[in-house]
């Protein structure tokens, strides 16, 4: 049994019992959050497709933490004009653990 299912405008394959890391979610770490935006739920070789939501198809997680990435560089130079320019980047995710698939 598994569903494809819309988290912040990114599409993720998701199982029971399984982590995912997803865009950053403002939900507090041990809340559990649903997600109504089932593209796709397959049970027991019962498929349903959503045109463009499965109706009545949801999924629930809950929030294990937040983290950062690693840090992303960006350099610009223009050469022989003395123009250098460093900045870092580090993008913020959520990691969910999927409870219950209905």
Do not use: C
């Not at 027991?44 to 109706?55: S, Y």
């Not at 130079?77 to 209905?102: A, D, F």
């Amino acid at each position: 049994m598994y569903a494809i299912v819309e988290i912040s405008g990114k599409q993720f394959k998701v199982k029971e019992k399984d982590k995912i890391f997803v865009p950053h979610l403002k939900n507090e770490e041990g809340t559990d959050v649903k997600f109504e935006k089932v593209l796709f739920l397959e049970k027991e070789n019962d498929i349903k497709i959503g045109t463009p939501f499965v109706d009545s198809a949801t999924v629930e997680a809950k929030v294990l933490k937040h983290i950062k990435d690693d840090k992303v560089l960006v350099f610009k130079k223009k050469r022989r004009k003395s123009y250098r320019l460093l900045k870092g980047h580090r993008q913020q995710y959520t990691q969910i653990e999927i409870s219950k698939i209905s």
